[in-house]
């Protein structure tokens, strides 16, 4: 499923990197811990997050992640934004806590 697909069925909001919606997730990892999720999140994965500053965009970049999914209407802010824009990093938004969040990735990627 790629993230734009994810996006549409799940009703995420999509606030950047419009250009890289069409990278598929082949996982969900979830974690807050930035050190963590640059040694342990695996390629290609949907990042769920509540993390939406500059610092995740360089994580999200160095993992290699598909997209980071903002978790409980997480902000994101303006410079992250401008960031997730320029290095093609896909933000999107949901308003369900973590772990639903990513529960609902992973029903939607077995029901695909």
């Known amino acids: 499923m790629t993230v734009k697909q994810a996006a549409e069925k799940l009703g995420f909001a999509i606030l950047a990197g419009e250009d890289s919606l069409q990278r598929e997730i082949e996982k969900v990892y979830c974690c807050d811990l930035l050190s963590f999720v640059m040694g342990r999140a695996p390629a290609d994965s949907a990042w769920v997050t509540v993390m939406g500053n500059i610092n995740a ?29 320029l290095m093609d990093i896909a933000v999107l938004r949901s308003g369900l806590p973590v772990y639903e969040t990513a529960k609902a990735i992973e029903q939607a990627k077995a029901d695909d």
């Open 57 to 85: 965009m360089a994580v999200a970049t160095l993992a290699d992640t598909a997209c980071i999914v903002l978790a409980e209407n997480a902000a994101l802010d303006e410079d992250a934004a401008a960031k997730a824009n």
